[in-house]
């Protein structure tokens, strides 16, 4: 099951890119059109996915250099990233620096808790928000606070840019809302 949602996954990025990759011009002006273009699809896996720094890496050595960046999950991270301009030791950095524990769970820090709410704070295994008198199930796997200032802040140097094509690299990002079906 999960190698044929793999396969369909990377079937509608193939499909998207041969769309859109006529309407995309490369960000590197220097680049010469009779090269082939290349395009990178980093896929999810959470902490597994933190090895795409690593294909990043070995292409650089071996001189290429995408011309187009996709991903889902934490493939769409460090491909965004990337796309943004850190550089593969920029983000390794990253990688070895954060509390991955605290950023992919649902918590923060205790020492950010007020004081009131310490009793209660992380009392329960699973908690589900009630809004509008109905309970929600949550959007996502992590809806942590600190993965969002994690990412607000990494993000902060492109906040400006509205346009994925717009980043150093064009980029895509694949994601599906599974509650209502909607793939974008």
């Known amino acids: 099951m999960l190698r ?3 396969v369909l996954l990377l079937l509608l990025t193939a499909v998207f890119f041969a769309g859109t990759a006529k309407d995309l ?3 590197d002006s220097s680049l010469r059109m009779d090269r082939p273009r290349v395009g990178l699809v980093l896929s999810g ?10 294909v990043l890496r070995e292409m650089e050595r071996a001189g290429i250099r995408p011309d187009y960046i ?8 460090v491909g965004g990233l990337y796309a943004s301009g850190y550089s593969v030791d920029e983000l390794e950095d990253i990688v070895r620096t954060g509390d991955w524990g605290l ?3 649902n918590r923060v820090r205790f020492n950010e808790i007020a004081f009131e709410e310490k009793e209660y704070y992380n009392r329960y295994l699973v908690e589900l928000p009630i809004v509008d008198w109905r309970l929600q199930l949550p959007t996502g796997l992590i809806e942590g606070q600190e993965l969002s200032q994690l990412l607000h802040r990494l993000t902060w140097p492109v906040k400006d840019v509205v346009d994925f094509d717009a980043l150093p690299i064009p980029f895509r990002a694949v994601a599906t809302d599974a509650s209502r079906g909607v793939r974008w």
């Open 4 to 6: 044929f949602v793999f």
């Open 25 to 27: 011009t490369p960000a």
């Open 45 to 54: 896996g959470g902490a597994k996915g933190f090895a795409h720094i690593e």
């Open 70 to 77: 996709a991903g889902t999950s934490m493939g769409a991270v």
């Open 103 to 105: 950023i992919t769970s």
